[in-house]
């Protein structure tokens, strides 16, 4: 039978993208359930609010800037991070944002830099933090993909070919990981109330909701919030020892109906 030593009590975890959303919703939600969090992000000032306000709660927080696009910002960010809550046991890569536009139509600069912050930006956290969760055996590193990567919506740039691109990138880390004690773990969220995309305009927003309907992407309103994808990043890296759950799906529950209405 194998033999599988228990991970440390103290398990720090750092998240990238932690300034809203799921990143914001994450850092509370493994705070409150007592691991230490590094909180990275470009918009520093708003992870800074949310540490001050974790550690008033009585949890362990640190903010840093952290930009994915910039090696050296990757590398200051965990190199700080590492220094004030110790060694990272736990990543979270969900830094991001979103472009609406058709493949043809939008310009190929635009197009990669979306590919350069959801698919090389993780790359990036990768190559820095997995060598070292690797010679210590133990680490997980989540990954915040998308159900575009398997069903991909139209008018939305480069967001599916991104993770459709981080999915491949999961499912090659498991053959190479595997033995290592390190889990590479794959999130995939449906529809999710984030402020990703919301500052784009009714002019560029209204055919894209168009074209979604046409397509079949619109069953029903409901969207899931941020900490419903919290619970479920908690739930991955708390696996213990021996279990590695490597895709976790969560999908927006329709709203139960009244049974006399849908006679």
């Not at 529950?253 to 006679?263: K, L």
Request: with cysteine; aromatic share 4%.
């Amino acid at each position: 039978m194998p033999r599988f030593e228990p991970h440390p009590d103290r398990r720090p975890a750092l998240i990238a993208g932690a300034s809203s959303g799921i990143g914001a919703a994450t850092a509370e939600t493994l705070a409150a359930l007592g691991y230490p969090v590094a909180l990275g992000a470009r918009r520093v000032d708003l992870c800074a609010e949310l540490a001050a306000k974790i550690n008033a709660n009585g949890g362990e927080a640190w903010a840093g800037r952290l930009d994915v696009t910039d090696r050296a910002s990757v590398d200051e960010f965990v190199t700080g991070a590492q220094a004030a809550l110790g060694t990272a046991e736990i990543v979270v890569s969900g830094a991001g944002d979103l472009r609406f536009g058709k493949v043809h139509e939008m310009d190929p600069d635009d197009f990669a830099a979306q590919v350069n912050v959801h698919l090389l930006g993780v790359q990036r956290l990768i190559h820095r933090v997995v060598p070292g969760m690797v010679e210590r055996q133990r680490g997980d590193f989540v990954m915040i993909s998308s159900d575009t990567a398997v069903q991909p919506r139209p008018r939305s740039g480069a967001y599916p070919a991104a993770k459709s691109a981080v999915e491949a990138m999961a499912r090659q880390m498991w053959m190479e990981l595997e033995g290592t004690g390190v889990r590479a773990s794959l999130v995939r969220p449906g529809p999710t109330m984030t402020g990703m995309g919301t500052d784009t305009t009714a002019e560029i927003i209204t055919p894209v909701l168009a074209d979604w309907v046409r397509f079949g992407f619109a069953r029903h309103s409901e969207m899931l919030k941020a900490r419903n994808l919290a619970s479920a990043i908690a739930a991955v890296v708390s696996a213990p020892r021996g279990a590695h759950i490597q895709l976790t799906e969560v999908q927006p529950e329709a709203r139960v109906q009244d049974p006399r209405s849908a006679s």
